[in-house]
């Protein structure tokens, strides 16, 4: 369904157990040559995956608009531009990945390492192909195959990629897609005995239901989950740097993006300003048709998603929430009637036990609240189940690196947000997820390793 238009614009295939059962099967044929298939030549093919996919680029940036809701200028500069990253930079830091070895008077010690064999993939629907390649790649590098299931709701970009692959020369069975809904495939997926690694991204609740089904086999495991990421703003940022970024870390993409600051704390005495400069902000940001330039915000994914996202609007009013902005849903004409709308919102007065401020809403939806001291901005910041990423604005180095220091997340951002050097670990703690993915520890996930030890 395109979100824009509520209207459908394509059918998919519902895959069944038996379906995936034929894709482990393909993939497990193909594993034995595809695994001792050199690391150059997996490098080159992923190289050329990338170059075809930007030849494509705009192709993909529409698909992944009408799929998504997203504008596809925001599809093409992040989301296919980070696919096309993704393949090019596994493809090199597989080629300079070294394996350790130590050596004293009697003895070597060196690392063996083999990919892990067939690779589980499942992937959600904020930043389909973004997400569903950030596997991909790394799986595919490391000699492994794959079976992935991107999101049902958006899997046009990865059929895309099928066809890309194919002509790139990625061999048959290397890589298998299995579309269809999270229950039916992508538990099979996570409960085929022959599948021993799985990755996955989506919502804590689908995590946690994959950690037990993967606990049977003993499978490894990386779950990259839900967050609630607070941004926090001290008196002394620089206060028109931190409302610019502040704008986008709310709500680009819709704030549909784990990493986004969905909880701003600003210092009490610059809360007022900022307060009604950003409101004012806010409330110029262009919701409309993806595919205009100057359109920021388009539609929330999906129905079902649009009305869990209005329904914290009135459960923020039902907990003596003020709605500053936003809160409701934008009259549109023509084909965008009946598209899944709604004006980038900010609340404030809400307490943090409030479930908007608890909750992941995952929509273009903050809190803001304001706060006296650190160590109270530390603890605001940390209360909360999730721990995936936080943003700091502020002048002072110390004040910055302490916060850094004692927040509970797996990255913290320091007046910016959301810059990525794919060599850093990825991932969270808490209820956001296990694991780190990442150059090399991506390789370390997608491989196993035998230490050996020789009498010399
Ligand atoms: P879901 O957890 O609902 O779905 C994610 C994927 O899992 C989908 O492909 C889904 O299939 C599948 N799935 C659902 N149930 C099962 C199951 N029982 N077994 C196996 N697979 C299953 O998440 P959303 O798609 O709604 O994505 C939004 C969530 O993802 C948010 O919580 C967000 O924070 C999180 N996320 C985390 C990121 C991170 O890096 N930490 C990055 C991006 C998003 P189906 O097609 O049926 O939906």
Redesign the pocket.
């Known amino acids: 369904m395109n979100p824009a238009t509520g209207q459908v614009f394509s059918l998919l295939a519902r895959g069944s157990k038996e379906d995936v059962d034929a894709a482990v099967t393909s993939a497990t044929q193909a594993f034995a040559s595809w695994s001792r298939t050199g690391a150059e030549e997996r490098s080159a093919i992923l190289m050329r995956i990338a170059d075809l996919i930007e030849k494509r680029k705009d192709e993909f940036a529409r698909t992944e608009s009408e799929d998504q809701g997203k504008p596809v200028h925001l599809a093409a500069s992040m989301d296919i531009s980070r696919a096309i990253l993704n393949f090019r930079f596994f493809a090199q830091t597989i080629l300079a990945h070294e394996n350790e070895s130590t050596s004293d008077a009697h003895t070597l010690n060196y690392v063996s390492r083999k990919p892990a064999g067939v690779a589980g993939l499942?992937?959600?629907?904020?930043?389909p192909l973004y997400?569903l390649t950030w596997k991909i790649a790394p799986a595919l590098a490391c000699g492994n195959t794959v079976v992935a299931?991107?999101?049902?709701?958006t899997s046009m970009t990865a059929d895309l990629l099928a066809d890309v692959c194919v002509e790139a020369g990625l061999p048959a069975g290397v890589l298998n897609l299995v579309y269809g809904?999270?229950?039916e495939v992508?538990?099979a997926i996570?409960r085929h005995p022959e599948v021993p690694l799985i990755s996955?991204?989506?919502?804590?609740a689908?995590g946690r239901?994959?950690l037990e089904a993967s606990a049977e086999h003993f499978k490894k495991v990386s779950l990259?989950?839900?967050?609630k990421n607070p941004n926090i703003i001290f008196a002394d940022a620089n206060l028109d740097k931190a409302l610019a970024m502040t704008l986008r870390s709310s709500f680009l993409n819709q704030g549909e993006i784990?990493l986004c600051g969905s909880r701003i704390y600003v210092e009490r005495s610059v809360y007022p300003a900022f307060l009604e400069k950003f409101v004012a902000e806010t409330e110029r940001l262009t919701v409309g048709d993806p595919s205009d330039p100057k359109t920021f915000m388009g539609p929330l994914v999906s129905k079902a998603h649009w009305e869990k996202v209005r329904s914290y609007i009135d459960i923020a009013r039902e907990e003596g929430g003020r709605i500053e902005c936003g809160g409701t849903v934008p009259e549109m004409s023509g084909a965008f009637k009946n598209g899944f709308w709604l004006r980038p919102t900010v609340i404030t007065n809400l307490k943090q036990n409030s479930r908007c401020v608890q909750e992941?809403i995952?929509g273009p939806v903050v809190t803001v609240q304001p706060f006296d001291t650190v160590d109270e901005v530390i603890h605001l910041a940390n209360d909360v189940k999730y721990g995936?990423s936080a943003t700091v604005w502020t002048e002072s180095l110390s004040k910055a690196q302490k916060v850094a220091g004692e927040l509970r997340v797996g990255t913290v951002w320091i007046n910016t947000w959301l810059h990525r050097d794919l060599r850093m670990p990825f991932g969270?703690m808490k209820h956001?997820?296990i694991g780190r993915e990442g150059g090399p520890h991506s390789i370390d996930f997608f491989t196993e390793t035998t230490t050996v030890c020789v009498r010399t």
């Open positions: 499942i992937s959600p629907w904020n930043l997400l299931k991107p999101s049902e709701m809904l999270g229950p992508g538990e996570v996955f991204t989506g919502g804590t689908t239901r994959i990259e989950l839900g967050g784990c992941e995952f995936l969270g956001s997820g």
